[in-house]
């Protein structure tokens, strides 16, 4: 579990289930909650930069509406029930945040801001600069919009992709289960617990169990192995540990099962570097290729020239002086405004496009050196 520690992983996704943060009177479980906010405010003083996502809102709801089967009975119950459940959860988070002196914010996402690229940026780039800003970011499915046809359906897979938007070193999925045993530890009082899975294949799927153990949730073991596939494919680490203890992160060491990524975060960007067809590219001065190598976005004033129609969130190659393709990344700008802001200084954007402009013409985040 040191994999985890704030020194070996520098940002982090906790996700948190409906079954440890909400009992069954569905009431918040302040006490134990609170144990879980000084934990994390450990780890954000020893640098560590860590976004939440939580479950819990269609409980808390279900029970102010007063709604049959925790909120579930329909997709419309769900929907009220998710609404009027947010704002008390968030509201419990941002409250117990604040008296450790941290401060959260809320991010309400759907599977389709995840799967558009352009939506994607969207997230990604607010993540960052949440996360930079020292900011705790609490996160839940939008589940008062959300269908069956468009959404997660439960908050691990939602974490994991929220570790690969975030540019996340590890996921902790915080669980009314203490990790992935070798049959079904409710029924097989001789399971034994997997510590470590190295390789996550169909011997390690077939020990999956689907149910939720509390009844509260939606997400059981077989979503657990998917968000893992999810992130470990991302270069970050998953781990499953139990919720049902106070202070669980300060407990970590204790048990549970880690997924391990065997790439390193440079993983991530791999796919970026080839079997994608390129849109466009932009030329830029030496100066930006040293700004480059040395890890930085590619920031307006270093581009000289751009080439091809492309849009926001479409692949792009950026091109050094001498002609040889230094990086390929994802525009954040389309080609129209990115030919506008060529060249131009950061402090001129906004003059020249009406409107507040991005950091970058393409993030570090989302560029893959050659």
Not at 43 to 58: D, F, P
Not at 92 to 110: C, K, N, P, R
């Amino acid at each position: 579990m040191t994999l985890f520690a704030p020194a070996a992983c520098p940002r982090l996704i906790v996700k948190v289930g409906s079954a440890l943060l909400v009992d069954r009177e569905g009431q918040v479980r302040r006490d134990w909650l609170a144990g879980l906010v000084a934990d994390l405010t450990e780890r954000v003083q020893a640098g560590q930069q860590i976004a939440i996502v939580s479950s819990g809102a269609i409980a808390l709801g279900a029970r102010r509406l007063k709604l049959p089967k925790g909120g579930r009975a329909s997709l419309e119950d769900a929907q009220a029930a998710a609404a009027t459940g947010q704002i008390a959860l968030s509201g419990v988070w941002a409250e117990l945040l604040h008296a450790q002196g941290l401060t959260a914010a809320q991010i309400l996402v759907t599977l389709d801001d995840l799967e558009d690229r352009r939506r994607y940026l969207n997230v990604s780039a607010t993540l960052d600069r949440l996360l930079k800003l020292g900011v705790v970011p609490v996160i839940n499915e939008n589940d008062s919009v959300a269908t069956e046809e468009i959404r997660f359906g439960d908050n691990d897979r939602l974490a994991a992709r929220v570790a690969s938007a975030a540019g996340a070193d590890g996921v902790i999925l915080l669980s009314d289960v203490d990790g992935l045993y070798d049959s079904n530890p409710t029924t097989n009082p001789g399971a034994t617990l997997i510590p470590l899975v190295e390789k996550l294949d169909a011997r390690i799927e077939a020990m999956a169990d689907s149910g939720s153990a509390s009844g509260m949730g939606s997400g059981g073991m077989v979503s657990k192995i998917e968000a893992a596939r999810i992130a470990i494919s991302a270069g970050a680490h998953l781990a499953i540990a139990t919720g049902k203890v106070d202070h669980p992160l300060a407990r970590l060491a204790e048990g549970g099962t880690i997924f391990l990524a065997k790439q390193n975060a440079r993983a991530r960007k791999a796919w970026l570097r080839g079997g994608l067809t390129a849109k466009g590219m932009i030329h830029i001065d030496a100066g930006a290729v040293n700004a480059l190598k040395q890890g930085r976005s590619l920031l307006s004033a270093g581009a000289t020239r751009v080439e091809g129609r492309f849009a926001r969130g479409d692949l792009i190659v950026v091109v050094g002086p001498d002609g040889t393709q230094l990086a390929r990344g994802l525009a954040e700008y389309d080609h129209s405004d990115a030919h506008r802001i060529t060249g131009k200084r950061s402090e001129e954007l906004a003059d020249i496009l009406g409107y507040a402009p991005r950091a970058a013409l393409v993030h570090r985040s989302h560029m893959a050196l050659l």
